[in-house]
Nanobody
């Protein structure tokens, strides 16, 4: 399975972006998905996830601003990011795994087997 992210860009504070992550090589669409980010000098953090039951979860810092969605038929997930702040600047990665995981919480990074290469998001005026 390969994951390819796109959509990262330089935008001004308050702006919006939509990141995409397309999977190839998946045998079916019943995967769990996550979006992570990592800024220089900071730990990687998961910002959003969709679990096996379809529940979305978000880290507190992005709740109300970010929306994660998926199109199963296209094996694609999106991260719509609104009201962007400078602290949202980071490399954003998507991750996926075929194993069942549910509970309505963010999914631990070590659950994910497949990772993309990342797309850069920079928020600056």
């Amino acid at each position: 399975v390969q994951l390819v992210e796109s959509g990262g860009a330089l935008v001004q504070p308050g702006g919006s972006l939509r990141l995409s992550c397309v999977a190839s090589g998946m045998t079916d669409a019943s995967y769990v998905w996550g979006w992570f980010r990592q800024a220089p000098g900071r730990q990687r953090e998961e910002v959003a996830a969709i679990d096996s039951d379809g529940h979305e979860s978000y880290v507190d810092s992005v709740k109300g601003r970010f929306i994660m969605s998926r199109m199963r038929a296209k094996k694609t997930v999106y991260l719509e990011m609104n009201n962007l702040k400078p602290e949202d600047s980071a490399m954003y990665y998507c991750a996926a795994d075929q194993r069942y995981y549910a509970g309505g919480y963010l999914i631990p990074a070590d659950h994910y087997k497949y990772w993309g290469q990342g797309t850069q998001v920079t928020i600056s005026s």
